[in-house]
């Protein structure tokens, strides 16, 4: 376990539900709820689930970028010390966000329109007083340049850049700290599918370079088994199975996960599968059915699905699943192609 970087546990985010002209509290939307995970040096962990079911909120909450109700999230600073983010002050937080970094998913947002690439690539080396000067201009043109854009655009506004080209100018910007974890918030889903590959060639050969670690947030199924050496996959706010890319694409263990992977499209249109469609809607996170979350809509579901939370268990080796009959389905994973 020396090689983990990052380790989860019971991570928790629930955002208030206020009412009236006092602005009481009457209930708490569980975005992300008791929520375990590990990530490894060099690792890329993707993480998929549908709209809202708190993927994107659970990066931010590792960063504490938005702060999180409870949990704990240890990870692995410049001295290789093991340290708990969630204990840590305004001052130790800054200086351990030099190595935890944020790609954001809109390219066009994410950049101050006002800046020029100069500017939006520095401002982490001056806030972090690691350059200034020629010094700055220097290392802003070499990052620009690990990143595939021309050097001789510094002075450039964002609004002179593609879409493809913006996202390059966030990953230098999310580089420029020379950061050990980045956290992936659907980096490439705003993206043309051809500007999607290079993006993602480039987030490989960046990781390779500088031995990054990574956690991948998507709902594209095909870009997370490209990238990812284990997936998490989420629902309501829990993470109901984890395990390596391979294993759960060919071999899920959770209900939910099968239906998922029915849903993801084939490259060759004379292949044919049967699509999964799940009954109901997406249970609410405000107010939560009783038992497992996915019970109402699940075709497997019997009745202690309905009154009792499955554990989160390992069947096997590496393979973890939150389900009262996971050993016992025999479920259908991806068609390999």
């Known amino acids: 376990m020396d090689d983990i970087i990052l380790e989860v546990q019971s991570m928790k985010k629930y955002f208030p539900i206020k009412k009236g002209f006092f602005k009481r509290t009457v209930g708490q939307i569980k975005a992300v709820d008791d929520v375990s995970f590990h990530l490894k040096e060099g690792e890329t962990f993707g993480l998929v689930g549908e709209s809202g079911c708190g993927k994107s909120t659970l990066g931010k909450s590792l960063l504490r970028a938005i702060e999180p109700t409870e949990g704990s999230v240890k990870f692995k600073n410049r001295h290789n010390e093991m340290v708990d983010v969630m204990d840590l002050d305004y001052k130790h937080l800054r200086d351990i966000r030099r190595d935890m970094q944020l790609i954001f998913q809109d390219p066009y947002s994410s950049l101050n329109p006002r800046m020029t690439v100069l500017n939006i690539i520095g401002e982490p080396l001056i806030c972090n007083k690691l350059a200034k000067g020629e010094e700055l ?201």
């Open 137 to 337: 201009r220097e290392k802003v043109k070499h990052l620009m340049e690990i990143v595939g854009l021309n050097s001789k655009h510094l002075e450039r506004y964002p609004h002179a850049f593609s879409g493809g080209q913006r996202q390059r100018i966030g990953i230098a910007r999310a580089l420029a700290t020379n950061p050990k974890f980045l956290v992936c918030d659907e980096a490439v889903s705003a993206l043309d599918v051809s500007i999607q590959a290079q993006i993602i060639n480039l987030l490989e050969d960046l990781q390779k370079t500088l031995n990054l670690s990574y956690l991948f947030i998507s709902h594209d199924l095909g870009v997370i088994q490209h990238i990812s050496d284990r997936v998490g996959v989420m629902y309501v706010g829990k993470m109901v199975e984890t395990a390596t890319t391979e294993e759960l694409f060919t071999n899920p263990k959770h209900p939910y996960t099968e239906a998922l992977l029915s849903a993801k499209p084939l490259p060759n249109p004379r292949l044919k599968k049967e699509r999964i469609i799940l009954k109901g809607e997406v249970a609410n996170p405000a107010n939560p059915p009783s038992g497992c979350y996915f019970h109402p809509r699940c075709p497997y579901a019997q009745e202690i699905c309905k009154v009792q939370a499955p554990s989160f268990n390992e069947v096997t080796p590496g393979h973890q699943v939150a389900c009262h009959f996971a050993e016992e389905l025999d479920l259908k994973g991806s068609v390999a192609i």
